[in-house]
């Protein structure tokens, strides 16, 4: 070591050390109030400064003042400091003010480590396989600079000390892999602390205004993803069942009180749907699944308007199992939702009521006047756009009689009015259509541009029957994903889908675009989804199904003490200095000497050593001498062949004092 941890450190490992801590940190500027992260930048900054200066050390009242100014911006920022950001941001600050009075080899300790501890807190906002391979590269520095300073030298290169670190990490890999797979698993994840904050983009709202969906559908970020067990399935089944609106005061819909618990008189099909999702961050209690969910996931409940609700908001990513019968009767209406399904908000005007009775003159049934609906937006110059014009306070009589240009909102909101005007009793469903297929992995990615709604009416003899009247204007939205880049930007432009992405450049984007997403959703899946239940499939899979609970971690403890033990010996034995033919013989020469009392001193070399011998021993000069000859000559002469290894081993074997 270069010396003792109280010795100052040098510059180059004091900007080292700097730099390296700013790159632990600066995945934190993104999640921390843009204050924080000025203030910490101000101190690596004038860190930088200081080493370029006489003395790189600054005085102790300006440090007691960094520390006010820090501590009055981050109570600014987090008046608050219960919550998780508020927390980072204290250690984020501690750290910079750490920096400015690091002197020593123990400072710089304290520093490194804290280091290691900043950027393990980047795992509370995202788990993503970037961030972990950002946060290894950091790791290594972080201990290329601990491996630096204890030499008993300054490295030559700065290749040497990352190497050395390399290698230590590397010699790590093992127990981590055998504690990523046996040690217990917890029932949720070490970064999910349950303090209060939230984060994540919210999908889906609890309340439907002209718009809203069409607002959400131009953002590309992925809302969730699918894997399924069979063939996935078409377009046509894809929708993804998620909040049920019931109430509306003619301009915006929202889910209202929820329906009282009851027993459900549901038959289904035979065919039957296995899948898992995972689910991003929502903020929302929504779980998404196939109509109609069959098995549920565990913490989780089914509504009786077959509403999937968790029992705790999403604001984490998640990965359940889920199935689905797309084959279904959901039986007879319960007497709520009779009333419920044909309340209608005071603006429903005459002429409205005038189509929906010119339907019913037509049709001998309820399910007449759906299709006599289905119709009418299909016959009539009705168009799909994701611009559509802004409406005033009666949208569903401007948008049947006037605009008729509109998203799925527009769509479902005003079926449902129509169907509940003719005495049907309906509802607004709201979630994701369709899903783009990632060829690369074989699953589904749905984004939040996938957003759709639709209309369920409830049919004798038939219970809820989905329909989307937006499939009887655009056919193509239910068919396939089209990307909103390609659209128009004026209002009212109706969405070409015969439109075709033919740029070269974009074509090889989509897939790096597939090719990064399906890393990503494998790290997601087996990594962040190695579960408790995956780690019992793990080991029943081993035949150690028997371990479980303490004795699993008696187990990975054993296992894990075996594993550093044979990594100890193949060290300690790789570690022994090799002594190459030549050099042993001689040695063993000089050990035959030495049990007659003629030891050879340590700076003693074979010529002098064999003077000596032959002053104590006259007897041995004709030996002595032939064997340092020739150990002489085949140690530092151009004398080297086997003939001559193989004489000077038998010289010594031969030798007797």
Not at 207 to 229: M, N, W, Y
Not at 313 to 338: C, F, H, K, L, M
Not at 447 to 472: F, I, K, N
Not at 506 to 511: D, W
Request: proline share 6%; hydrophobic share 45%; with cysteine.
């Amino acid at each position: 070591m270069i010396g003792g941890l109280q010795l100052h450190l040098s510059r180059r490992e004091l900007n080292a050390l700097a730099i390296v801590l700013f790159l632990a940190v600066a995945p934190h500027f993104f999640n921390l109030s843009i204050w924080i992260g000025l203030f910490f930048a101000a101190t690596v900054a004038l860190r930088l400064v200081l080493n370029r200066q006489k003395n790189p050390f600054p005085g102790r009242w300006l440090v007691f003042l960094l520390m006010l100014i820090g501590l009055v911006n981050l109570f600014i920022q987090y008046p608050i400091p219960l919550f998780r950001s508020a927390a980072v941001a204290l250690l984020v600050s501690m750290l910079g003010l750490k920096l400015l009075e690091v002197r020593r080899r123990r400072d710089l300790y304290v520093a490194v480590f804290l280091g290691y501890f900043t950027l393990i807190t980047q795992f509370l906002y995202r788990q993503d396989m970037l961030l972990a391979g950002y946060a290894l590269l950091v790791v290594l520095a972080l201990t290329a600079i601990l491996v630096e300073t204890s030499r008993h030298s300054p490295s030559r290169s700065l290749l040497s000390p990352l190497w050395q670190s390399f290698s230590l990490l590397g010699q790590a890999i093992p127990v981590m892999i055998i504690l990523f797979l046996f040690f217990p698993r917890l029932s949720g994840p070490l970064w999910n602390l349950g303090l209060g904050e939230q984060s994540g983009v919210t999908g889906l709202s609890d309340k439907i205004r002209p718009g809203s969906i069409s607002q959400l559908s131009q953002s590309k970020e992925v809302a969730f993803r699918a894997h399924f067990q069979d063939p996935i399935p078409p377009p046509q089944q894809r929708y993804w069942r998620g909040p049920v609106f019931w109430d509306s005061d003619g301009v915006e819909w929202d889910l209202g009180a929820e329906l009282q618990p009851r027993a459900l008189s549901l038959s289904i099909g035979e065919q039957q749907i296995n899948y898992s999702v995972i689910l991003e961050p929502t903020n929302q209690k929504w779980l998404f699944a196939l109509d109609l969910p069959d098995r549920l996931p565990p913490r989780t409940r089914v509504t009786p308007e077959f509403e999937l609700v968790r029992d705790d908001p999403i604001t984490q990513r998640i990965s359940y199992q889920i199935s689905s019968r797309p084959v279904y009767n959901t039986g007879e209406i319960a007497d709520d939702e009779w009333i419920r399904g044909l309340a209608l908000p005071d603006n429903i005007t005459p002429r409205m009521q005038q189509l929906v009775a010119d339907w019913k003159k037509q049709s001998s049934n309820t399910a007449g006047i759906v299709d006599q609906a289905l119709a009418y937006f299909r016959q009539q110059p009705f168009y799909y756009t994701l611009l559509p014009p802004l409406l005033g306070q009666n949208p569903a009589d401007q948008f049947l009689f006037e605009s008729r240009r509109g998203f799925c909102e527009h769509y479902a909101t005003s079926f449902t009015l129509l169907m509940r005007i003719a005495g049907i009793p309906a509802r607004v469903v709201t979630g994701y259509q369709g899903g783009e297929v990632n060829p690369m992995g074989d699953y589904l990615i749905v984004r939040q541009s996938d957003a759709h709604a639709w209309t369920e009416v409830w049919l004798e003899g038939q219970g809820w029957v989905r329909v989307d009247p937006t499939a009887a204007v655009a056919p193509e939205r239910i068919e396939r994903t089209f990307d909103f880049d390609l659209t128009g930007d004026t209002i009212g432009t109706p969405i070409d889908f015969n439109l075709q992405e033919s740029d070269f450049i974009k074509s090889i984007a989509r897939q790096l675009r597939w090719g990064a997403d399906a890393l990503n959703t494998g790290w997601h899946r087996w990594v962040l989804g190695y579960t408790h239940d995956r780690q019992s499939q793990l080991m029943q899979l081993l035949g150690m199904g028997f371990l479980k609970g303490r004795y699993l971690a008696i187990g990975m403890v054993v296992f894990t003490t075996l594993v550093m033990l044979g990594i100890g010996i193949y060290l300690w034995r790789n570690g022994q200095e090799k002594i190459d033919p030549i050099k042993a013989a001689y040695l063993r020469f000089c050990r035959k000497l030495a049990r007659r009392g003629i030891v050879r001193q340590p700076a003693e070399g074979p010529r002098d050593f064999a003077l000596r011998v032959n002053q104590a021993r006259p007897d041995l000069q004709q030996q002595t001498d032939q064997i340092t000859r020739l150990y002489i000559a085949l140690r530092y002469g151009r004398v080297d062949a086997p003939e001559k290894r193989q004489k000077l081993q038998r010289l010594v074997r031969g030798f007797r004092v």
